[in-house]
């Protein structure tokens, strides 16, 4: 299977640890995205990747958030200090650098925060 | 105001029948414009691009309609497989943000 694959699928852990997901986009797309997606609610934009370049990143983005993408292949996202509000599910999406290119997704990660 | 916006719906709809769905975005500057299906605890799929001149795939036909600022999606003969939420995608500047709406849910009954 060559589709985006994200990793855990799930993940339960307490108010206060830290959590690291990792994401490994299809192997010839230089973007990658971070979204979040809580229920009843489309996805909502966290992050995105040129490469190993993090060139945009939303307000949602607080600082317990850090995402990279060292070689400009897989990327995690952490958080730190998770709290309740933090419970949701994050998808990856990777895309080719072209213009109106489509963005395929992962199947996500979904945190549930206790 | 959010940058996408859709009616939540439901939409409880019997098999065969035509179902459309409008969505707004807020920003004139949009560029490009996308519908994707997801299906419960499932990732988001893209089922069409949107074009200036519209454009269609089997029973699915998407519009964009740039001076009122809203796109549409029209199903045909729906059939059961199409139950699913149907997400509006508008990215603003090429290749960076991406901005969903809440999505519309569809249930197609028998």
């Known amino acids: 299977d060559t589709g985006v694959s994200q990793d855990p699928r799930h993940k339960i852990t307490k108010r206060g640890q830290n959590v690291t997901f990792r994401c490994d986009p299809i192997?010839?797309?230089?973007?990658l995205y971070w979204y979040r997606q809580t229920l009843g609610q489309g996805p909502e934009f966290l992050t995105y990747?040129?490469?190993?370049?993090?060139?945009?990143k939303s307000r949602l983005l607080s600082d317990r958030f850090s995402a990279e993408r060292p070689k400009g292949s897989f990327s995690t996202l952490e958080i730190q200090r998770t709290e309740q509000g933090d419970s949701a599910m994050y998808l990856c999406?990777?895309?080719?650098?072209?213009?109106?290119?489509?963005?395929?997704f992962g199947p996500g990660t979904r945190l549930l925060v206790l | 105001r959010k940058e996408v916006e859709q009616d939540p719906g439901p939409f409880n709809v019997p098999e065969g029948a035509t179902v459309a769905f409008n969505c707004t975005y807020s920003n004139s500057a949009s560029q490009s414009f996308f519908w994707y299906r997801q299906d419960c605890r499932k990732e988001p799929k893209l089922l069409m691009s949107?074009?200036?001149s519209g454009n269609e795939d089997g029973r699915f036909t998407a519009q964009l309609n740039r001076a009122s600022q809203y796109i549409s999606l029209l199903i045909r003969d729906s059939k059961l497989s199409d139950s699913a939420t149907y997400l509006c995608?508008?990215?603003?500047?090429?290749?960076?943000?991406?901005?969903f709406g809440t999505g519309t849910s569809l249930t197609v009954i028998p």
């Open positions: 995608v508008v990215n603003i500047n090429t290749g960076n943000q991406f901005y």
């Open positions: 999406a990777s895309s080719r650098d072209r213009l109106q290119e489509t963005q395929y």
């Open positions: 192997s010839e797309h230089n973007r």
């Open positions: 990747f040129q490469n190993e370049a993090q060139l945009e």
């Open positions: 949107v074009y200036s």
